[in-house]
């Protein structure tokens, strides 16, 4: 994958709760620093694979994987596809270590720094989206969901990563806590049918944050 040349500074803002206010001169030169930090050192990457599905009364199997995805909320997600893409996407563990390089030095600009990193993940998701959609024609595709999302189990990050080989060739591993490291690293199901799919259910209800979510406690939300 390329280099990240630009992060949405809008977006961070919007992490960071500006909402629709103007950040002072301050802040706009910190977001200036922090994107050039993290463009400069970010190393994103992006694993993918696809399979078929087998569903069964307790859950929604992936063939030839250790893989079972329990509960109604990717039930749901996945209502109508007969392929999956399990995906592994990445910024890169040097992201990790300038945000701890940050902190450090001074927690105001540490959690701007933060907050653009996020950004940075996502922007290496849509990317690494785009490029599977180059290469997989024909197909509708759900958006992304990810282990921990609605009642679909957190703890199934370790087999999750281990099927796409992200520990060797990404560098990506989860902590005891089932926690992906680099932080700034996500994992994600998309559903893929050859027809067209309904609308999906996908907002804070389908979110493992939703109880303590800092775009709900400001009365807003996240846009996803």
Known sequence: MQKIESLDKKEALRYLGYGNNEPDEQVKKILDECEKQITDIAKPAFAYKIFDIEWKDDGIYI????????????????????????????????????????????????????????????????????????????????????????????????????????????????????????????????????EPLKAKTRGCISCSMNERCKFRAGGTHCGF
């Open 63 to 194: 063939p030839g994987t250790t893989l079972v995805f329990t509960g109604e909320s990717i039930r749901e997600h996945l209502e109508g596809c007969e392929k999956v893409i399990l995906m592994c996407a990445t910024s890169g563990q040097e992201v990790d270590r300038l945000i701890r390089t940050t902190q450090i030095r001074g927690m105001a600009k540490a959690v701007i720094m933060d907050a653009l990193a996020s950004v940075s993940v996502e922007y290496v998701c849509n990317e690494a989206e785009r490029l599977i959609r180059d290469n997989v024609k024909d197909y509708y595709f759900t958006w992304r969901f990810s282990p921990g999302y609605g009642d679909l189990p957190i703890e199934i990050q370790g087999s999750f990563l281990n099927v796409l080989d992200a520990p060797k060739t990404m560098g990506v591993s989860v902590t005891a806590g089932d926690m992906l490291t680099p932080t700034k690293s996500v994992t994600a199901i998309i559903g893929l049918s050859k």
